[in-house]
């Protein structure tokens, strides 16, 4: 199994920045991407980004040019940076880890964290 915990969220106005973190556990070997998913009230949940255990990363067309995502194995996290906020990206986010064991896929999420900007 795998456990992740978001941390980061907040409140913050629009043009700001705030960072998020994904923390991994348990079969960290069978992580085949970490995304960050986002769901605003009444909407459903989106992807914003996503890395794969290679590197390679793939955006939002919404978030391109204003977050980044990049991981940091040492610690086994997934941060994901965001600038120039705007009051739409307003959302619980989510992480989420694809994995691969013993040949068969499985995904785990976290609990959450709130981002909220304010016009």
């Known amino acids: 199994q795998v456990q992740l915990v978001e941390s980061g969220g907040g409140l913050v106005q629009a043009g700001g920045s705030l960072r998020l973190s994904c923390a991994a556990s348990?079969?960290?070997?069978?992580?085949?991407?970490i995304v960050w998913y986002r769901q605003a009230p009444g909407k459903q949940r989106e992807l914003v980004a996503a890395i794969t255990s290679g590197g390679s990363t793939n955006y939002a067309d919404s978030v391109k040019g204003r977050f980044t995502i990049s991981r940091h194995n040492a610690r086994n996290t997934v941060d994901l940076q965001m600038n120039t906020l705007k009051p739409e990206d307003t959302a619980t986010y989510y992480c989420?880890?694809?994995?691969?064991?013993?040949?068969?896929?499985?995904?785990?999420w976290g609990q959450g964290t709130q981002v909220t900007v304010s016009s």
């Open positions: 348990g079969i960290i070997s069978s992580i085949n991407a």
């Open positions: 989420n880890a694809d994995t691969i064991q013993k040949g068969r896929r499985y995904g785990y």
